[in-house]
Antibody, heavy 121, light 113 residues
């Protein structure tokens, strides 16, 4: 069965960076794009970007351009999302979510369990 | 960007009664070449990730109870829960995946009256 297992909760100081991992199993890792979505406490869902596991190409939401980096390790079927220059407004649960075979044009059929990132001095 | 709006923000429905959630896109998400609407509905329970319920506006995911149904086309869509059960208490989000960036509606909270 498809599983996306994310790394554990993080507490970071303002200005620091955080790197969240998402290990995929139960399907062909390079067969589906992987998206990252975040959810601030009590708020809705915000798309951050997407990675193509085959070549590693990415597409980021404009508001995160320059601060977010998505990478992958095909040997371990793991994708990573690194967010830099953290501020308090980045406190949120970060989810990886499996998409389809293109940057957009498919829903997200499996989600990781979420990783809480808390930014606090 | 495509802006998704939902109404109402929240609703309280008696057990066994119908719940209806509306979603509107700022632009049409009907792709003319395949006549498909690029609209999904997700259910999110407290402390859990979202769960895909419906894709292509009206296609239920495997395992989703048939009391959940989706309808609509172009810019206006509806999620209907025909007979609300206690386990349906959740926040429901619509999402367009027609255009990047994909965008979500703000969510509708469904509670028991």
């Amino acid at each position: 069965q498809v599983q996306l297992v994310q790394s554990g909760a993080e507490v970071k100081k303002p200005g620091a960076s955080v790197k969240v991992s998402c290990k995929a199993s139960g399907y062909t890792f390079t067969g589906n794009f992987m998206h990252w979505v975040r959810q601030a406490p009590g708020q809705g869902l915000e798309w951050m970007g997407v990675l193509n596991p085959t070549g590693g190409s990415t597409s980021y939401a404009q508001r995160f351009q320059g601060r977010v980096t998505m990478t992958r390790d095909t040997s371990t079927s793991t994708v990573y999302m690194e967010l830099s220059s953290l501020r308090s407004e980045d406190t949120a649960v970060y989810y990886c979510a499996r998409g389809g075979v293109r940057y957009s044009g498919d829903p997200f059929d499996y989600w990781g369990q979420g990783t809480l990132v808390t930014v606090s001095s | 960007d495509f802006v998704m709006t939902q109404s109402p923000d929240s609703l309280a429905v008696s057990l066994g009664e119908r719940a209806t959630i509306n979603c509107k896109s700022s632009h049409s998400i009907l792709y003319s070449s395949n006549n498909m609407n690029y609209l999904a509905w997700y259910q999110q329970k407290p402390g859990q990730p979202p769960k895909l319920l419906i894709k292509w506006a009206s296609s239920r995911e495997s395992g989703v109870p048939d009391r959940f149904s989706g309808s609509g086309s172009g810019t206006d869509f509806t999620l209907t829960i025909s007979s609300l059960q206690a386990e349906d208490v959740a926040v429901y989000y619509c999402q367009q995946y027609y255009s990047s960036p994909v965008t979500f509606g703000p969510g509708t909270k469904v509670e028991i009256k």
